[in-house]
């Protein structure tokens, strides 16, 4: 093993998040510890209120840390300023669940697109340049960027929003992605289409991407590795085939015993 794979790209040391007071108090992350590795697909998989999208945002940075440590590249995180989250955020970005609220409405396209370009520190770019950028980014998720200049994104669907959060991702080209049930609210051929792009991001960036999802059916599909998530606790991991087809813990038998069977004598 290379000391790149050795050394973990993400790690946790017992992570905690609970919100609330002593008399109100709801503790979401449980002391949890993990290691993600570079190249990786991690599935984080468990029910609603299992804690795994509070786990997200506390990885982003947009949730804070109530007890724990986070470790990026083998430090110490640190995004105690305005300039230390941008840093941060140039290395690790995410697509969430509702592609609508992931626009400004305000903001066409193209300067959304232009955004990422400039924040990878191409602003020297001539508009040429930039349009070739932003056409191999849409071309990436199958969007063509000349049908897509000055639109809103009201005026586009939900898949091809999502498809753009992944150009977005193609520009930026960060290190880890965290993809948070990003198949939730599209139809289903939008959702096969959308996980292949997530795969054939890591494939030809060595990314890591953190796929959050309810539906173990669907980290079985995508996944290197597997946690499972309850009561904001991990109560099994390890490789995607050793979990799924050798299940230890009730709570992840339950939670394969509910993905739809298109035989009686198919199992995982």
Known sequence: MSDEKALPC???????????????????????????????????????????TTLSKMLLGLSSVTEGEIYFDGKLRD????????????????????????????????????????M?????????????????????????????TNKYPFELSGGQMQRLMIARVFLLKPQILIADEPTSM???????????????????????IIFITHDIGLAYYISDVVYIMEHGKFVEHGATDEVILHPKEAYTKRLLSDVPRISKKWEF
């Open 10 to 52: 993400l790690s946790g040391k017992k992570l905690v998040k609970v919100f609330g007071n002593n008399k109100t108090k709801t503790v979401a992350v449980d002391h949890v510890d993990f290691e993600f590795h570079k190249g990786e697909v991690i599935s984080i998989v468990g029910e609603s209120g299992s804690g795994k």
């Open 79 to 118: 995004i105690s300023s305005s300039k230390k989250r941008r840093e941060y955020w140039k290395g690790i970005q995410a697509v969430f669940q509702d592609p609508f609220a992931s626009y400004n409405i305000f903001y066409k396209i193209d300067s959304v697109l232009l955004d990422c370009i400039n």
């Open 120 to 148: 990878r520190g191409k602003k020297h770019l001539s508009k040429e340049e930039k349009n070739e950028l932003m056409t191999e980014a849409c071309s990436f998720v199958n969007l063509k960027f000349e049908e897509l």
């Open 186 to 208: 599209v139809d289903a051929c939008s959702r096969a289409t959308i996980l292949d792009m997530l795969l054939k991001l890591r494939n030809e960036n060595n990314m890591t």
